[in-house]
């Protein structure tokens, strides 16, 4: 049976993609090797599902168009740089959500639930956070220049948007990086309906 490697996503457009990316260039400055995402690929993950069998995907589907219904749109802005762990060790350069956040991770424990039960998901141990991942860290020079940009960029912020739909994706590795693809879009629930 095929499997898929699937994941749930909020696309942020293309403005805010624009905007990630000019910051993506600033803190490339730095020198510090990193493989940035490419700008189609920047989006806050929801839920990551790992590989799905193929004749599950439908499913999948309609667990997170059902999940999303009673969300109403709402307005989503995204700010502020970071990185896990820390600033003495990045590994993973970040941006997060700062208006929004209370609702898409709302809507992140309203998919857990359904996906469980479809054996679709394992629940991570950590705590959901939102955030929108800008590259992963490849050298192990000193970082002290990197610590510094991204200090700077506290109060970045890279505006909002109205999230109106969720995406389930799929992810293909590739030697150029991973390609990805809209399976299926379930919008949210529209004010009145």
């Keep these: 049976m095929p499997r898929v490697r699937t994941f749930i996503a909020i696309d942020p457009g293309r403005p805010i993609q624009d905007r990630l990316v000019s910051l993506q260039e600033n803190l490339a400055r730095t020198g510090v090797q990193v493989k940035w995402v490419e700008r189609d690929n920047l ?38 740089a970071g990185c896990f762990p820390n600033l003495r060790r990045p590994r993973v350069l970040w941006v997060g959500v700062g208006g929004g956040a209370q609702e898409v991770a709302a809507i992140h424990h309203a998919l857990e639930p359904p996906l469980l039960e479809l054996g679709c998901y394992r629940r991570e141990e950590r705590q959901y956070t939102p955030h929108i991942t800008l590259g992963r860290v490849r050298s192990e ?28 994706m799929s992810s293909e590795l590739t030697p150029a990086g991973p390609l990805y693809t809209v399976m299926c879009r379930a919008r949210l629930g529209e004010p009145g309906a």
């Design 141 to 168: 020079r000193p970082m002290d220049e990197l610590a510094a940009a991204l200090v700077k960029q506290q109060s970045w912020k890279a505006g909002e948007t109205v999230m109106r739909e969720v995406q389930v």
């Design 43 to 80: 989006h806050v993950t929801l839920l990551f599902l790992g590989e799905v069998d193929d004749r599950d995907v439908p499913a999948v589907c309609r667990a997170v168009e059902d999940g999303v219904k009673q969300h109403k749109p709402f307005e989503l802005t995204v700010e502020k």
